[in-house]
């Protein structure tokens, strides 16, 4: 194992350990000391990082500046470890971050979605049923991707309907109550997993081989679904990474919570506090991001800021 391996291992131990999930970080920066132990190199540099990116092939410039910025985090700890290490310049790939709009999904969407993965083959039917369920959850309670696979049985009431979120954004813990329809949908998979695999497993959604499921599973069925029914354009070499995301369904909850008050004619801004609480963002300007990405939301606080003001002149 090479110094560089070494240390990153290290360093993402005590990372995690501040609540910091990194899964994608970690994928990025092992591949990185791969191939710095590939070239024989015990320190980063900024040569050894535009090399490697030579290497990895094609990508857009967002996503090679948020490579660099993982080699900068891992760089800056080497450094302070060893001098030798160089930290590549923030500037080296000019971009700038720009959130992607989320793309919302009408309600006949999500129910393509939902009935199309469960008609996935696979042994007992249990990759469908799991898939299903997963989805449907997701897009019933705008819970993160990682929040949802990180559920174990225990943190599943089903008698009060109520999830425990022990593995939030950061560490964060919270609890967030489901319908009583999503409660039920909860249950019979429960049922059906209990006489499948047993009472010893520990994940409430197993994968078809009786294993806790993986980011990149759930993300590889939802775009298998999603090409089936057309919200994907089919692609060659099992490619899964244009169109709509999952992700996308947390966007979609937000933001249909959103219009039904707005809707319904309640103060959104007096209600934010609550869906920023529900869905675990550390601050309400995170959630209040949706109004701006949104069309149909911005027009519609819009017109509720004019009709204030308009009473406020009255006044």
Same mark, same amino acid.
């Given at each position: ?51 490697? %990116?030579? $290497? =990895?092939?094609?990508?857009? +410039?967002? /996503? ?8 900068? !985090? *891992? @760089? ?124 010893? %497993?520990? $994940? =409430?959604?197993?994968?078809? +081989?009786? /294993? ?8 590889? !069925? *939802? @775009? ?92």
């Amino acid at each position: 194992m090479s110094t560089l391996t070494q240390e990153l291992n290290r360093y993402l131990t005590v990372r995690r350990a501040l609540g910091y999930k990194l899964s994608t970080s970690a994928r990025i920066l092992h591949r990185f000391a791969a191939f710095a132990e590939s070239k024989g190199a015990n320190h980063i540099t900024t040569h050894l990082f535009l090399e490697w %990116q030579k $290497s =990895f092939g094609r990508a857009h +410039r967002a /996503t090679w500046g948020a490579r660099l910025g993982m080699i900068r !985090n *891992f @760089a800056r700890w080497l450094h302070a470890l060893d001098s030798r290490n160089e930290v590549p310049p923030q500037g080296l790939i000019p971009y700038g971050h720009r959130r992607v709009r989320p793309y919302i999904y009408s309600q006949q969407e999500i129910q393509s979605i939902v009935h199309a993965a469960a008609t996935l083959p696979s042994i007992y039917g249990f990759r469908a049923l799991t898939i299903s369920t997963f989805i449907g959850l997701v897009a019933a309670t705008g819970l993160r991707i990682s929040e949802a696979i990180s559920l174990d049985v225990a943190d599943v009431d089903l008698g009060l309907g109520i999830l425990r979120i022990r593995r939030g954004k950061l560490g964060k813990e919270r609890f967030v109550p489901v319908s009583e329809s999503t409660k039920a949908r909860l249950a019979d998979y429960a049922s059906e997993r209990h006489r499948l695999w047993g009472g010893d %497993q520990e $994940s =409430f959604f197993l994968s078809e +081989r009786g /294993t806790r499921l993986t980011d990149c599973s759930v993300r590889y !069925n *939802f @775009a298998v679904v999603c090409k089936r029914i057309g919200l994907r354009p089919p692609q060659r070499y099992h490619k899964h990474g244009r169109g709509p995301r999952i992700h996308d369904l947390r966007h979609t909850f937000a933001v249909q919570t959103l219009l039904g008050w707005y809707r319904s004619g309640k103060d959104a801004a007096a209600e934010m506090l609550k869906l920023t609480t529900y869905l675990g963002h550390a601050h309400p300007i995170h959630t209040y991001w949706y109004i701006e990405a949104v069309p149909e939301l911005l027009e519609l606080a819009s017109q509720r800021a004019i009709k204030s003001l308009s009473k406020e002149d009255r006044v």
